[in-house]
């Protein structure tokens, strides 16, 4: 069986052409406006980082930021997803995110500190590790990449609330069972952060037979992660709340 890795030529051109289109609207001395702008601003800002299963590889664009988004709504949380990159459908009321195909952890790492200066999330989802499994990528070392991550996001926004999530199975061996390896490594860095660091166990919410590919999961098995951030979301009620509201609550 072929296995994809959360990068192939479709979302490389889909990447292009969402570049493209900012830099057609951009004006001179101005940032390019994005394809599908924030929608929900004034909300509780909530960054989606990770890979393309947190960008939603087809054959599901958004992936479970959809109905997570829809939760939400119907739960009466007004958030506001933010990010860099935007994709997904209309039924996705705030498109943006930190999805980046293909990508390992020290890829995230390089980048974070920019990213969260740049939209200051109150509340973080992380879902990373699929990559440097799949690329073998100094597989033993992913936990230590993951803590330096989790430091570099605690250290440039103390107060924010980290969702880390033990990361979706793959089908067939070895990966399968080096993804269990690494989330059973994933259980012990969480352990050592401190209370604003959350441990999500999304791996036991989706089976291979939830997988479009092998990788990536099936529209079906999106919509079964989004229950799961939900829940984990609504269990740190300060998550939900702006910063400064939440601080006021505590005292």
């Given at each position: ?41 004034g909300g509780v800002r909530i960054m989606p ?144 952060k401190g209370s604003h660091v959350h441990l ?52």
């Amino acid at each position: 069986m072929r296995r994809f890795t959360c990068v192939n030529v479709m979302s490389m051109l889909g990447i292009l052409l969402a570049t493209l289109v900012g830099a057609v609207f951009a004006l001179p001395g101005t940032a390019a406006v994005a394809a599908v702008p924030g929608e929900s601003n004034g909300g509780v800002r909530i960054m989606p980082l990770g890979d393309s299963i947190t960008d939603g590889f087809t054959p599901y664009p958004g992936g479970y930021r959809v109905n997570l988004w829809q939760r939400l709504a119907a739960g009466g949380y007004r958030v506001d997803f933010v990010g860099s990159l935007t994709n997904g459908p209309a039924a996705l009321g705030d498109h943006d995110h930190e999805g980046h195909s293909g990508w390992r952890i020290d890829q995230l790492d390089a980048n974070i500190v920019n990213w969260l200066n740049a939209t200051d999330p109150r509340t973080v989802l992380l879902h990373i590790g699929t990559n440097d499994i799949n690329q073998n990528y100094d597989v033993a070392h992913a936990p230590d990449r993951l803590s330096a991550l989790i430091d570099h996001i605690l250290g440039t926004k103390p107060g924010v609330e980290l969702f880390v999530a033990q990361i979706i199975t793959e089908q067939g061996e070895p990966h399968a069972s080096m993804v269990n390896t690494y989330n059973a490594a994933i259980a012990g860095v969480v352990r050592s952060k401190g209370s604003h660091v959350h441990l999500v166990d999304m791996h036991s919410a989706l089976t291979a037979a939830d997988l479009a590919d092998g990788v990536h999961p099936s529209k079906a098995g999106y919509d079964k992660m989004a229950p799961v951030w939900y829940d984990a979301l609504r269990s740190v009620p300060a998550s939900l709340r702006p910063l400064r509201a939440s601080s006021a609550a505590n005292g």
